[in-house]
């Protein structure tokens, strides 16, 4: 079945970017799915960061867009976050996700474990 | 619109029936998801589209839609059911982005 795998640095200083990547596995990565960033500061709820499909098309959330890039790798069957200008308001833990969109409902059947980010100096 | 409401927090007695909503204008146009959220774990899908339940989920979790609501309904909650709940759809005023509800936080008396 398919897994996804997060994977990047924990800690990033106050005004860098933040990276990291989403490995898929048992799967295509090309499979007729969008593929999501959730992220969930602690203590607080679930925030969609944005989405990306194989052919490279992309929706974010608008009240990130301006600092997020999500891109895909086909040959490496992954896809990857990045965010800039972090504030201490960007820690969080980060989830990448699959979704199985259709016409009339979005829904995150796959989640990876997710990823402790931090930022601070 | 781009907001999705949940009740902060629902209790229930163990056994007994407990519905959770979610409202939001995009509910007229999108089904909800629903998520379950247990402490230090990722979220897993419960409940999508009309009433469907992924392989694995008890079927005492179902869901429900009327207008600008959507409902989980646990019948027969169980100890383990203690979690956050989450919903989910996507905006309807054709900006393509989704949106989750704030959570609920569900007790099991």
């Known amino acids: 079945q398919v897994q996804l795998q997060e994977s990047g640095p924990g800690l990033v200083k106050p005004s860098g970017t933040l990276s990291l990547t989403c490995a898929v596995s048992?799967?295509?990565?090309?499979?007729?799915?969008?593929w999501s960033w959730v992220r969930q500061p602690p203590g607080k709820g679930l925030e969609w960061i944005g989405e990306?499909?194989?052919?490279?098309?992309?929706n974010y959330n608008p009240s990130l867009k301006s600092r997020v890039t999500i891109s895909v790798d086909k040959s490496k069957n992954q896809f990857s976050l990045k965010l800039s200008s972090v504030t201490a308001a960007d820690t969080a833990v980060y989830y990448c996700?699959?979704?199985?969109?259709?016409?009339?409902?979005?829904?995150?059947?796959?989640w990876g474990q997710g990823t402790m980010v931090t930022v601070s100096s | 619109s781009s907001e999705l409401t949940q009740d902060p927090a629902v209790s229930v007695a163990l056994g007994q029936t407990v519905r959770i909503t979610c409202q939001g204008d995009?509910?007229?146009?999108?089904?909800a998801s629903w998520y379950q959220q247990k402490p230090g774990q990722a979220p897993v899908l419960v409940i999508y589209?009309?009433?469907n339940r992924p392989s694995g989920i008890p079927d005492r979790f179902s869901g429900s839609s009327s207008g600008n609501t959507a409902s989980l309904t646990i019948t027969g909650a169980q100890a383990e059911d203690e979690a956050d709940y989450y919903c989910?759809?996507?905006?309807?005023?054709?900006?393509?982005?989704?949106?989750f509800g704030g959570g609920t936080k569900l007790t099991v008396l």
């Open positions: 996700a699959r979704d199985s969109l259709t016409r009339d409902m979005t829904a995150f059947d796959i």
């Open positions: 048992g799967g295509s990565i090309s499979s007729s799915n969008w």
């Open positions: 990306i499909y194989h052919s490279g098309s992309t």
């Open positions: 995009s509910l007229r146009s999108y089904y």
């Open positions: 589209g009309k009433n």
């Open positions: 989910n759809s996507r905006d309807s005023s054709g900006n393509h982005y989704v949106v």
